[in-house]
């Protein structure tokens, strides 16, 4: 894991949550903690890892994240015990 998704990890499980984070930096950290993704239809993407799968819709037109995608992340992250 790099510098950029290091700070990525920790933006995540910050309070407040941060509504204003990049959708691809999102993408590259759970690539980065070895999650597989799963192309769905349209926007549709999951991730799974050792089992556990979450799916989320990449957001467009804008490429944020907004705060229910960050908290649902962070769920996703807290199921595979994953924290900075």
């Known amino acids: 894991m ?3 998704t290091r700070k990525t990890l920790t933006a995540v499980f910050a309070d407040p949550l ?3 984070m ?3 930096d ?3 950290l759970l690539v980065a903690l070895g999650c597989r993704g799963i192309e769905g239809k349209g926007s ?3 991730f799974e890892k050792d089992g556990v799968r979450a799916t989320f819709r990449r957001p467009h037109p804008d490429k944020t994240a907004l705060r229910y995608r960050v908290k649902a992340l962070r769920d996703f992250l807290t199921q595979l015990r994953i924290k900075p």
């Open 2 to 4: 790099n510098n950029k």
């Open 18 to 20: 941060n509504g204003n």
């Open 22 to 24: 990049e959708w691809r």
């Open 26 to 28: 999102v993408e590259a």
């Open 44 to 46: 549709s993407v999951t």
